[in-house]
């Protein structure tokens, strides 16, 4: 079997994708979403398997007969690789690769193979090896279990079963070898990956003062559009899973001429694997260090009452779960049943539908993110001398001037302004701020 792990790219091959789902959960069970991860990866889906079970094997995950069913469908469709929508063990993996005589993939493997070719930037890249790594690493032992561990001359005593210095094993020996490897390369990678977060964390930073907005929400959702449509970023688009997996940073002039700070990040999907999120963390900085994150949600897909749980699960991984969140409803034009919007608007009474690619709803959009920025609004009284025009331009961008009082070379100006803009008031140096209500 060692042939078939070789390689554990699966594209321009003839898949067979399987989910077995334990009774009396609801998983979802159309394989529809690793159908669309398969074809990403760019494999033919030839066969589909599902199967309810009461427990799992911990041997094969799936029972002996449709396991052996497996493999009379991979002979029968020619298949290079079987994708299982579920977590597999290395022994469960092996065990099914003897069965099939096929390529076993679990959803993880299949992810990260994803995220390998989409990679293009360095930190990209140092992030899904890294990701491959700590996957791969509790997976050695099987992947060496093809070589012979050879016991020396201690033979039953405790030495001989390990196999003392210089009797062990090829496989062992190699085993050994490689876990060594791995583990400095892990070392490695993430020394490098913790320079690039300080120095992400240091950009963040420096952006103090600035309103900070990230974009989240599952994949393939709008998000990349969306940043085009607002500030002209010029990302490339495609209709594809995790089609971009780094990090963009625009200005966006927002309604009355406010400016916030836009950011893209990499999408969210169901079950995304814990490694995966850990060594994307300085993509993920942007949103943890955000003021407000719109969460981007396909209402045009079936499944968008789901996908957004998933996306709740990641953000509540990161710490996010507390952040102020607007619900951005993408897609509209496409919706097919509007009964499954009205069901959403319900539910989430101030989300705002836009549609990207039309620009519809985006003048909502802004606004929405404007009181937002601005928060609850304050009537204030402001006094400063006339040699502090910064004061005043602030308050005409920012706010609403009420009443204007000039005497003696000072100003005192009733305005109506948000509550989150009372630290960039404070930081121009007016002499006196009232709040009047």
Same mark, same amino acid.
């Given at each position: 079997?060692?042939?078939?792990? #070789?390689?554990?790219?699966?594209?321009?091959?003839?898949?067979?994708?399987?989910?077995?789902?334990?009774?009396?959960?609801?998983?979802?069970?159309?394989?529809?979403?690793?159908?669309?991860?398969?074809?990403?990866?760019?494999?033919?889906?030839?066969?589909?398997?599902?199967?309810?079970?009461?427990?799992?094997?911990?041997?094969?995950?799936?029972?002996?007969?449709?396991?052996?069913?497996?493999?009379?469908?991979?002979?029968?469709?020619?298949?290079?690789?079987?994708?299982?929508?579920?977590?597999?063990?290395?022994?469960?993996?092996?065990?099914?690769?003897?069965?099939?005589?096929?390529?076993?993939?679990?959803?993880?493997?299949?992810?990260?193979?994803?995220?390998?070719?989409?990679?293009?930037?360095?930190?990209?890249?140092?992030?899904?090896?890294?990701? #491959?790594?700590?996957?791969?690493?509790?997976?050695?032992?099987?992947?060496?279990?093809?070589?012979?561990?050879?016991?020396?001359?201690?033979?039953?005593?405790?030495?001989?079963?390990?196999?003392?210095?210089?009797?062990?094993?090829?496989?062992?020996?190699?085993?050994?070898?490689?876990?060594?490897?791995?583990? !400095?390369?892990?070392?490695?990678?993430?020394?490098?990956?913790?320079?690039?977060? !300080?120095? !992400?964390?240091?950009?963040?930073?420096?952006?103090?003062?600035?309103?900070?907005?990230?974009?989240?929400?599952?994949?393939?959702?709008?998000?990349?559009?969306?940043?085009?449509?607002?500030?002209?970023?010029?990302?490339?688009?495609?209709?594809?899973?995790?089609?971009?997996?780094?990090?963009?940073? !625009?200005?966006?002039?927002?309604?009355?001429?406010?400016?916030?700070?836009?950011?893209?990040?990499?999408?969210?999907?169901?079950?995304?694997?814990?490694?995966?999120?850990?060594?994307?963390?300085?993509?993920?900085?942007?949103?943890?260090?955000?003021?407000?994150?719109?969460?981007?949600?396909?209402?045009?897909?079936?499944?968008?009452?789901?996908?957004?749980?998933?996306?709740?699960?990641?953000?509540?991984?990161?710490?996010?779960?507390?952040?102020?969140?607007?619900?951005?409803?993408?897609?509209?034009?496409?919706?097919?049943?509007?009964?499954?919007?009205?069901?959403? #608007?319900?539910?989430?009474?101030?989300?705002?539908?836009?549609?990207?690619?039309?620009?519809?709803?985006?003048?909502?959009?802004?606004?929405?993110?404007?009181?937002?920025?601005?928060?609850?609004?304050?009537?204030?009284?402001?006094?400063?001398?006339?040699?502090?025009?910064?004061? #005043?331009?602030?308050?005409?961008?920012?706010?609403?001037?009420?009443?204007?009082?000039?005497?003696?070379?000072?100003?005192?100006?009733?305005?109506?302004?948000?509550?989150?803009?009372?630290?960039?008031?404070?930081?121009?140096?007016?002499?006196?701020?009232?709040?009047?209500?």
């Amino acid at each position: 079997m060692e042939k078939l792990r #070789q390689t554990l790219k699966v594209r321009k091959e003839r898949a067979i994708l399987v989910a077995a789902i334990l009774h009396g959960r609801n998983e979802g069970d159309d394989l529809f979403e690793l159908t669309a991860l398969a074809e990403s990866a760019g494999a033919i889906v030839v066969d589909r398997l599902q199967q309810k079970i009461r427990k799992l094997h911990p041997g094969r995950y799936i029972g002996k007969g449709k396991a052996e069913q497996l493999a009379e469908r991979a002979r029968r469709f020619r298949a290079d690789v079987v994708i299982f929508d579920n977590e597999l063990s290395p022994r469960q993996i092996h065990e099914l690769e003897k069965i099939t005589k096929t390529k076993v993939l679990d959803r993880s493997e299949l992810i990260l193979d994803i995220f390998a070719t989409r990679a293009k930037t360095k930190q990209a890249k140092l992030q899904v090896e890294l990701a #491959q790594l700590e996957y791969t690493y509790p997976r050695l032992t099987r992947m060496w279990s093809h070589l012979d561990s050879v016991a020396g001359a201690g033979g039953a005593t405790a030495a001989g079963v390990v196999g003392g210095i210089g009797t062990r094993g090829p496989g062992e020996q190699q085993l050994e070898i490689d876990r060594r490897l791995v583990n !400095k390369r892990i070392a490695e990678l993430k020394g490098e990956l913790a320079t690039i977060d !300080k120095r !992400k964390i240091r950009e963040i930073n420096g952006r103090k003062g600035q309103f900070k907005v990230g974009l989240v929400g599952y994949t393939n959702a709008g998000k990349s559009t969306l940043l085009n449509t607002l500030t002209n970023a010029g990302v490339v688009v495609e209709d594809r899973l995790f089609a971009t997996l780094d990090t963009r940073t !625009k200005k966006w002039v927002l309604a009355g001429g406010a400016e916030a700070l836009l950011s893209d990040t990499v999408g969210f999907i169901k079950n995304l694997p814990h490694h995966l999120v850990a060594s994307f963390k300085a993509t993920l900085e942007e949103a943890i260090n955000a003021d407000l994150l719109l969460h981007i949600v396909d209402v045009s897909n079936p499944e968008a009452s789901g996908q957004i749980e998933s996306v709740n699960k990641v953000l509540a991984e990161i710490g996010c779960s507390e952040k102020p969140t607007l619900k951005v409803f993408n897609k509209i034009d496409a919706v097919k049943k509007i009964d499954d919007l009205e069901t959403l #608007q319900t539910v989430f009474a101030d989300a705002v539908c836009i549609s990207a690619k039309t620009g519809l709803g985006l003048e909502q959009l802004s606004r929405a993110v404007l009181d937002k920025y601005k928060g609850a609004e304050l009537l204030l009284r402001v006094g400063f001398s006339q040699s502090k025009g910064k004061v #005043q331009s602030f308050l005409r961008a920012y706010g609403t001037i009420v009443r204007e009082t000039y005497r003696d070379g000072c100003v005192v100006i009733d305005a109506k302004l948000g509550r989150n803009q009372l630290g960039g008031l404070k930081r121009l140096g007016a002499e006196s701020i009232e709040i009047v209500n």
